[in-house]
């Protein structure tokens, strides 16, 4: 088990496990996002899928703990099913498709969405997003998480309609995630992909989980619900832009 030594790639990792961390407690959400795409700049998109696998659970089980009695459990029962479809389809397409595709699409959807709340804001007795809606961002979100760990952007465009409180809105995507990311250990297992050397590294990043999750539910706590939503908007500004010149680039 010789993990990977190189530092250029701890200069890429560190800082992504940290955003992973901080967007896995529901402040900067989007930001999770940029994690694979920055270690992408030194190994192979799925190798960096696959040494993020043990820190997404540990991140997950944190999250879950922390934010335990606030969630939305009608809202996940609708949710978790549509996320699972994906996660099949990611599997069975893994192969065939590349990631750099995949990240162009969820880098435009990113970008639309963010537009389309910037330029039609949400008003006082707005309808919420249609269920079918939401059946099919969830379905995007458990593909793109499967493939990249980008699952945020996707889910973000049907739940922040909703206007939850910061807590609540937090705990339901700490749950939603931990499910998805719980499905995917064995499909990355079947393809290959969570080898020796991944795991090794993993376990050289994992004291970083805990560090990001709990600076970002200190500050999940305690900030002003508005300046919350702003924070997660910009979030996903950067992933949407970083996810598009991935593609293009």
């Known amino acids: ?85 994906g996660i099949v389809v990611g599997t069975l397409s893994f192969k065939l498709l590349q990631a750099q595709w995949v990240a162009g699409i969820v880098g435009v959807f990113t970008l639309l969405f963010l537009a389309q709340r910037l330029l039609f804001p949400p008003r006082a007795g707005d309808v919420p997003p249609p269920r079918w809606a939401g059946a099919m961002l969830a379905a995007t979100s458990g593909f793109t998480s499967f493939v990249a760990h980008a699952g945020g952007p996707p889910i973000n465009a049907y739940v922040i309609p909703l206007q939850l409180s910061p807590v609540r809105f937090t705990g339901t995507m700490a749950y939603f995630f931990f499910v998805i990311n719980l499905a995917k250990w064995a499909p990355y297992a079947w393809l290959g992909l969570l080898d020796w050397r991944n795991l090794a590294t993993s376990l050289v990043l994992l004291p970083l989980a805990p560090l990001g999750v709990w600076v970002g539910v200190r500050i999940a706590r305690r900030i002003d619900q508005v300046l919350f939503y702003r924070f997660i908007y910009l979030g996903m500004l950067l992933t949407g832009l970083k996810l598009v010149w991935d593609a293009l680039s």
């Open 1 to 85: 088990m010789n993990p990977i030594t190189d530092w250029h790639f701890y200069a890429a990792a560190v800082p992504a496990v940290l955003l992973l961390g901080v967007s896995k407690s529901g402040f900067g959400a989007g930001f999770g996002s940029l994690a694979v795409p920055l270690m992408a700049l030194t190994v192979a998109v799925p190798q960096a899928a696959a040494i993020l696998m043990p820190v997404l659970l540990v991140m997950d089980l944190l999250g879950i703990a922390a934010f335990r009695r606030d969630f939305d459990r009608a809202l996940l029962k609708f949710l978790l099913p549509w996320g699972l479809v």
